[in-house]
């Protein structure tokens, strides 16, 4: 730390008590000046000598026939008088960046100028601060948050401007020409003397990372640390990045863990301050330079202590620029009353139709005038993809909210583009934990759902689990079996040119979908039919054999008995010999975390006693 010691006399300054302060001399005392509660028992002479405002002060008080002279309002109080009373005395005072503003405040208040005396105390401080203060990195700092308790008076001399303009541009130094200590805590390394054959080698200095400075500054007051962060953005030098790291370790510094604690009252005026400002620093890069996990984070504590609508806005078009590096674990928001439901999927659901909408107008701005597909559109925003999958996540963790509504839940699912969401496996897994969570849905409303999946896109794994789920409609577990069927014997025909499809069991009547269920589990009792597979390759237990068996020659996997079952349950439906149409329940089924089949002997045991008979 920088210092100046003024004067060379002893210093003779004695207290009685909190509030007298007297010098030792010869000469009796003739003046009595009051600072605050404190009283200083002085000589005219000196003060006079050094100061124009103590000339004329003392003038008046000889009129008025008194010895006392109030000093209303002094800026540093009795120790900032007592600096400039000693320099007057000539005595020995030191100066630091602790008490060098209120010495300055103080010798303006006294004008102690040039005009009074030369080499007078408001010369010397001058002289200090643009000389050693403000060349100190640490020094900058302290003088500038010693300034606050000093306002109007340090505005008034620019100090504050100096100080953050010295700060600012310290922090665009190139790191590699940073020589001082660029933290309270850290400091550089010394080099080290590395001996090699006799021959000493001096190590280099660990180097100076770019964000040296991001520590130091968040000790800084939401104010000082604004006008700070604005100077530095203004000098057009700072990478963005490093200013979205800057912030990110102010909020941590001052924003509390808790949530208690970030809405109480004594705190919360602050809080949301500090959210605010904080928003308002972000680069003006649309949030690219933050991370997307960050944003998220302030968006929760914007929300909790009620940060305005354009501060709410700015950060949820940030983060939906972003939403690819999202984690469904940040994008779980808490509602706020007067919402029911356990997380704020309102808000998630407006992040990403904004995100789509960006998406586009980045497409449109790549394209122009040119006629691309789908297909190269994703190979160009490979990020709508890790979206997609991010928000199949999330839709898996609300849908165990009992309260969630199942149009939130389908809007939310429709607002991902189907080339975003190539496999649909994610999907299958909300769907099923939605439908596990909501027993009381109608027969309407778990084929609504259900149309949100497409089956030709799940994964075999996925199908497996699907085929033998209770909880699916019936007819959605038609479609998976046939396509399974249809896959597994894909090495003659693709999917895609085969001319049977079983989207066709999504026709509007139940009569109709009789039919045609009927006609395709004929078609795929054919099918089986025709596949050759050995009979020792159908387990008896009724389990899946793994892709790797050994005992299968074409690696397929086969469908459960249970399955087949189903099949058979449904030809006789098909014929007309059943009165009742099957029924659709809601029944336990393995989680979808879990894409091994168990034992289905005891699968289709139950699910005898719990499916109305058909036959």
Known sequence: MKFMKLGSKPDTFQADGKCI??????????????????????HKFPLMSKSNRLQKLVLKASEENSDE??????????????????????????????????????????????????????????VFINSSILRSWKDSIIVLQTTKSLLPWSEN???????????????????ANVTWSYTYNRKLLAPEIIVKGGMKYQEKIESVPKDWWVEDVCELEIFLYKRVMTAVKSKGRMDGAIIGEALKTYAVRWLPDSVDALISD?????????????????????????????????????????????????????????????????????????????????????????????????????????DVGCTDFVLGHG??????????????????????????????????????????DGLYKAID??????????????????SLMDVKKLTMDASM????????????????????????????????????????????????????????????????????????????????????????KSGMQLLPSRSRRIFDKLWVVGKGHGENKSSETSGSSQSP?????????SAASSAKHRRHSIS
Not at 21 to 42: C, M, N, P, Q, W
Not at 267 to 277: G, M, P, Y
Not at 287 to 312: E, N, P, T
Request: aromatic fraction near 6%; hydrophobic fraction near 40%; proline fraction near 4%.
């Open 157 to 175: 001399l620019k100090i504050v401007g100096r100080c953050i303009d010295s700060i600012a541009s310290k922090t665009s130094a190139d790191p």
């Open 465 to 552: 689990h699907a085929a033998q789920n209770d909880r699916l409609p019936l007819r959605v577990v038609v479609q998976v079996l046939f396509f399974e069927q249809v896959r597994a014997s894909a090495g003659v025909q693709s999917l895609k040119n085969n001319p049977r499809d079983a989207s066709r069991s999504t026709t509007n009547t139940e009569e109709e979908w009789e039919k045609t269920a009927a006609e395709d589990c004929n078609s795929i009792k054919k099918q089986m039919n025709q596949t050759k597979i050995k009979e020792s390759e159908f387990p008896k237990n009724g389990k899946f054999l793994k892709k790797d068996s050994r005992n299968s």
């Open 266 to 370: 004594v705190h919360s005026w602050r809080n949301k301050l500090l959210v605010e400002t904080i928003v308002c620093l972000l680069p003006s890069d649309k949030g690219v330079s933050c991370s997307c996990s960050f944003l998220l984070k302030l968006l929760k504590v914007a929300i909790l202590v009620g940060v305005d609508d354009s501060a709410r806005e700015d950060l949820m078009n940030r983060i939906s620029l972003k939403l690819h590096e999202a984690s469904v674990k940040d994008l779980l928001i808490p509602a706020r009353s007067p919402q029911t439901t356990i997380y704020d999927v309102g808000m998630v659901h407006s992040i990403v139709n904004q995100c789509m909408i960006n998406k586009k107008c980045s497409q449109d701005l790549d394209l122009g005038k040119n």
């Open 433 to 450: 934990m939605y439908l596990k969570e909501h027993l009381s849905l109608t027969k309407a409303e778990r084929k609504e759902l259900c």
């Open 69 to 126: 002279i109030d000093m209303v309002d002094f800026p540093g109080g009795p120790k900032a008088f007592e600096i400039c009373a000693k320099f007057c005395y000539g005595m020995t005072v030191t100066l630091n960046a602790y008490n060098v503003v209120a010495a300055r405040c103080a010798a303006e208040y006294l004008e102690m100028t040039e005009d009074v005396d030369r080499g007078n105390l408001i010369f010397k401080i001058e």
């Open 21 to 42: 302060r007297y010098v030792i001399s010869d000469l009796a005392t003739d003046v009595t000046i009051i600072v605050g509660e404190v009283k200083f028992h002085l």
């Open 593 to 601: 975390t879990s894409m091994v089949p168990g034992d289905t002997k």
């Open 383 to 424: 990020s709508l993809l890790s979206v997609g999958k991010v928000i199949d996540g999330y839709l898996e963790e609300i849908a165990r909210d009992p309260n969630l509504s199942l149009a939130s839940f389908i809007d939310l699912a429709l607002s991902i583009p189907e080339f975003a969401r190539p496999v649909h």
